[in-house]
């Protein structure tokens, strides 16, 4: 192992050992270190602000920016404090759940359901707790940081998550899953690794993962969408009702639709988003200077 992975290890391991308020603060304090030293996280988010909520007060969107980028490294804080624990205390950190029915009544069906999991507050803490609720499997790809791969695999798979590469073999074992009535979890916000088109995100075009919409075809399941939303004490985990048309054979309308639902999650916690991503690098028209420092 390397001085980086050591050192990685080890902040990773010694941050797990803090409660969640500690592990909070930590995260608080370190966003705001990456607010004032004016952090490519912050340049990056208030250009994605800017573009996604153009009539939104200036001053309002700056806000806006410097509370995401803290928010997401509460985050990475809150997320070693969870893969340390023990999941029956990392439980009691989930103050309650809302919509749960919506993912019953997708299991009743028999044919599997997908929960499309977008980068809004712990998102990790969902994905366990999904896999509490059925046989569950995910795509993963191991991290840059080699030394931390166990660890990672160790939290993730605590309650039970089956972890598949994001290749074609692991888009065999989702739609196996799907077809055995499981659940399958998905992350719908990012460039996509396995293909993907351009479909409308708060009105700009942005490079959109074809993996939902096929497994939709191919295999009749259910969708919707969750997240787990920081709150005071711990999480608050929410289940949001995916649109008809994302149902749609035609490919276009439900990646659009797919779009609509990440935005009617994040119109929940638009502070608990990860903006800092860069969602419009790639362009339809073949430009990619969106992001490109003055």
Same mark, same amino acid.
């Given at each position: 192992?390397?001085?980086?992975?050591? &050192?990685? #290890?080890?902040?990773?391991? /010694?941050?797990?050992?803090? $409660?969640?308020?500690?592990?909070? %603060?930590?995260?608080? *304090?370190?966003?705001?270190?990456?607010?004032?030293?004016?952090?490519?996280? &912050?340049? #990056?988010?208030?250009?994605? /602000?800017?573009?996604?909520? $153009?009539?939104?007060?200036?001053? %309002?969107?700056?806000? *806006?920016?410097?509370?995401?980028?803290?928010?997401?490294?509460?985050?990475?804080?809150? #997320?070693?404090?969870?893969?340390?624990?023990?999941?029956?205390?990392?439980?009691?950190?989930?103050?309650?759940?809302?919509?749960?029915?919506?993912?019953?009544?997708?299991?009743?069906?028999?044919?599997?359901?997908?929960?499309?999991?977008?980068?809004?507050?712990?998102?990790?803490?969902?994905?366990?707790?999904?896999?509490?609720?059925?046989?569950?499997?995910?795509?993963?790809?191991?991290?840059?940081?080699?030394?931390?791969?166990?660890?990672?695999?160790?939290?993730?798979?605590?309650?039970?998550?089956?972890?598949?590469?994001?290749?074609?073999?692991?888009?065999?074992?989702?739609?196996?899953?799907?077809?055995?009535?499981?659940?399958?979890?998905?992350?719908?916000?990012?460039?996509?690794?396995?293909?993907?088109?351009?479909?409308?995100?708060?009105?700009?075009?942005?490079?959109?993962?074809?993996?939902?919409?096929?497994?939709?075809?191919?295999?009749?399941?259910?969708?919707?969408?969750?997240?787990?939303?920081?709150?005071?004490?711990?999480?608050?985990?929410?289940?949001?009702?995916?649109?008809?048309?994302?149902?749609?054979?035609?490919?276009?309308?439900?990646?659009?639709?797919?779009?609509?639902?990440?935005?009617?999650?994040?119109?929940?916690?638009?502070?608990?988003?990860?903006?800092?991503?860069?969602?419009?690098?790639?362009?339809?028209?073949?430009?990619?200077?969106?992001?490109?420092?003055?």
């Amino acid at each position: 192992m390397d001085i980086k992975g050591r &050192l990685a #290890v080890g902040a990773l391991k /010694l941050v797990g050992k803090l $409660p969640l308020h500690w592990s909070r %603060r930590l995260g608080w *304090l370190f966003g705001q270190v990456a607010v004032l030293s004016r952090s490519e996280s &912050l340049r #990056v988010s208030r250009i994605n /602000l800017g573009l996604c909520y $153009p009539a939104m007060d200036e001053a %309002r969107r700056e806000r *806006l920016a410097r509370a995401s980028v803290v928010h997401t490294a509460m985050t990475g804080c809150e #997320v070693a404090t969870i893969w340390h624990q023990p999941w029956s205390r990392s439980e009691d950190l989930i103050v309650r759940v809302r919509n749960q029915q919506l993912l019953s009544e997708g299991m009743e069906t028999g044919r599997g359901v997908l929960v499309l999991m977008p980068h809004i507050g712990n998102w990790e803490i969902f994905g366990m707790y999904l896999a509490t609720l059925g046989s569950s499997t995910a795509l993963y790809a191991p991290p840059k940081i080699a030394a931390l791969d166990p660890i990672i695999r160790a939290g993730r798979e605590a309650t039970g998550v089956h972890m598949v590469p994001t290749n074609v073999h692991g888009v065999r074992s989702l739609l196996k899953a799907l077809k055995s009535g499981h659940i399958v979890m998905v992350l719908p916000d990012q460039e996509p690794d396995l293909g993907g088109d351009f479909a409308p995100f708060f009105g700009k075009p942005a490079l959109t993962m074809t993996l939902a919409h096929n497994l939709l075809q191919r295999t009749g399941c259910r969708c919707v969408f969750g997240f787990g939303k920081r709150v005071e004490g711990g999480f608050e985990l929410v289940f949001l009702p995916a649109e008809q048309a994302i149902y749609s054979a035609e490919q276009k309308v439900s990646l659009a639709a797919m779009n609509r639902g990440v935005e009617a999650c994040i119109a929940e916690a638009p502070a608990q988003y990860q903006w800092e991503y860069k969602r419009f690098r790639k362009q339809p028209e073949g430009k990619s200077r969106i992001y490109r420092k003055q």
